[in-house]
């Protein structure tokens, strides 16, 4: 099926819309912030899955029943995301759902006043090295500066940052592969 782009873009910028006015309906900062980690999760669940995929897209399967799948697999998100995220799968826009997370990203950090930065580690960080980060990229991006922290074992050590779809990697474990592809080379 042949797709017109501004269409396209014009329906996700209402369903990231949609989304963040029901997030500002919660009344709370945390929610917008919660909302793009989970929106973020959700798209990486659904990339990363093609029978998910599949099923949430299969024009042979009523929108109704696709919604519900949508809604049992996450059924553990907020409702406002379920409300939107159901809603494409109904209407059969799943294609548009890169599009419309990027989107909201967009607009739910233009209304925190912030920057959304994953923060992984293999331990907590350290109130030090929290308010150190935060210090430098808010000076470097000339905005507030919101950390969202994951831990994560396969690191070994160091810490990776992102935002936007950029990456720093200063673990441990990139550095030996690093070290490994080089010798390799050898």
Known sequence: MRTNPTVDKAKAAVYAE?????????????????LTGQFEQLLKTVRGSLELRSALSDQGVDPSVRRTIANDVFAGLRPELLVVFG????????RLLSRTVARFVHLAEDALGAVIIDVTTVVP????????????????????VLLRE??????????????HGKRIDASVSS????????????
């Open 18 to 34: 949609v989304l963040l006015e029901a997030g500002r309906q919660a009344g709370t900062d945390s929610a917008l912030f919660e």
């Open 87 to 94: 809603t494409m799968v109904e209407r059969d826009d799943l």
């Open 125 to 144: 960080l350290s109130d030090e090295l929290r308010f150190e980060i935060i210090d430098k990229y808010a000076a470097q991006l000339g905005t507030g």
């Open 150 to 163: 994951h831990k994560d074992p396969a690191l070994i050590g160091g810490i990776v940052l992102s935002m």
């Open 175 to 186: 550095q030996l592969e690093n070290a490994r592809v080089e010798l390799s080379r050898q």
